[in-house]
T-cell receptor
Framework: DAKTTQPNSMESNEEEPVHLPCNHS???????IHWYRQLPSQGPEYVIH???SNVNNRMASLAIAEDRKSSTLILHRATLRDAAVYYC????????????FGAGTRLTVKP | DGGITQSPKYLFRKEGQNVTLSCEQN?????MYWYRQDPGQGLRLIYY???????QKGDIAEGYSVSREKKESFPLTVTSAQKNPTAFYLC?????????????FGSGTRLTVV
């Protein structure tokens, strides 16, 4: 899987939007962009994924740059329960291998 | 509800003993995965299996073994050859070959070797 780069940590205030960036300059045309988050002492949880177009679901939005070399996970109104480590991962189509996780971004939400 | 069950949640073993971690899923997923996580680190892939009776080494397979005799089950054995076995172990499942499909993770087993 191609490499991604994320900031080690970010802070946000409760009820404010959060933009979590991810750089993936070596992305190939068939790589999907996946986001997962991991709350303390739990397994990761799927958040959202996309290929080229921006995506929205009940948890978050994913904004993908036109050249696909970067993406941003958007939490529209951060809550204390959104404090977690967020992982941005590229998945090659139909490779079948396990996903490789980087260190992710640790999001702290302040009340 | 469908999901992945890992048991036990906490496990203590003496150094030199083998220990087997359980992972069961009722999602009808063909692919299953084992990851290890050390404090403050991301997940590292130990083994994965895309179909029953077949499995592949991940990035840190040394000192671990797996079996995949049933679709629902993918147990991981931490052997005495694993030098630093104390860690948080996570199991996941998915549909192989569909990379626009997410993984489902279990809640993990925290193994402490004393």
């Amino acid at each position: 899987d191609a490499k991604t780069t994320q900031p080690n940590s970010m802070e946000s205030n409760e009820e404010e939007p959060v933009h979590l960036p991810c750089n993936h300059s070596t992305i190939s045309g068939t790589d999907y962009i996946h986001w997962y988050r991991q709350l303390p002492s739990q397994g990761p949880e799927y958040v959202i994924h996309g290929l080229t177009s921006n995506v929205n679901n009940r948890m978050a939005s994913l904004a993908i740059a036109e050249d696909r070399k970067s993406s941003t996970l958007i939490l529209h109104r951060a809550t204390l329960r959104d404090a977690a480590v967020y992982y941005c991962i590229l998945r090659a189509v139909a490779r079948g291998e396990g996903m490789r996780f980087g260190a992710g971004t640790r999001l702290t939400v302040k009340p | 509800d469908g999901g992945i069950t890992q048991s036990p949640k906490y496990l203590f073993r003496k150094e030199g003993q083998n220990v087997t971690l359980s992972c069961e899923q009722n999602l009808n997923h063909d692919a299953m995965y084992w990851y290890r996580q050390d404090p403050g680190q991301g997940l590292r892939l130990i083994y994965y299996s895309q179909i029953v009776n077949d499995f592949q080494k991940g990035d840190i397979a040394e000192g671990y073994s797996v079996s995949r005799e049933k679709k629902e089950s993918f147990p991981l054995t931490v052997t005495s050859a694993q030098k630093n076995p104390t860690a948080f172990y996570l199991c996941a499942s998915s549909i192989p070959g569909f990379d626009n499909y997410g993984y489902t993770f279990g809640s993990g087993t925290r193994l402490t070797v004393v």
